[in-house]
């Protein structure tokens, strides 16, 4: 007798996060904010996997930014 097979349908949904990080030290143009997190995509809590952000120096209102993204 034939064991019928069972199916599993996975959905994936991905998601545009955007979030802000405060950062009270003042950085050089040679430091980097890093993001990682206990899932895959963040790297499973492994250093040499974390996500490096994208850096933006802007002025703001007169202030000088950086922004990470």
Same mark, same amino acid.
């Given at each position: 007798? &034939?064991? $019928?097979?069972?199916?599993?349908?996975?959905?994936? /949904? *991905?998601?545009?996060? =955007?979030?802000?990080?405060?950062? &009270?030290? $003042?950085?050089?143009?040679?430091?980097?904010?890093? /993001? *990682?997190?206990?899932? =895959?995509?963040?790297?499973?809590?492994?250093?040499?996997?974390?996500?490096?952000?994208?850096?933006?120096?802007?002025?703001?209102?007169?202030?000088?930014?950086?922004?990470?993204?």
């Amino acid at each position: 007798k &034939k064991q $019928k097979k069972s199916k599993i349908m996975i959905r994936r /949904v *991905i998601y545009d996060v =955007e979030f802000c990080v405060l950062v &009270k030290e $003042k950085l050089t143009p040679f430091d980097s904010v890093l /993001v *990682i997190g206990s899932c =895959e995509q963040l790297g499973e809590w492994l250093p040499n996997r974390c996500i490096p952000l994208n850096r933006s120096d802007k002025i703001d209102q007169g202030e000088n930014m950086v922004n990470y993204y």
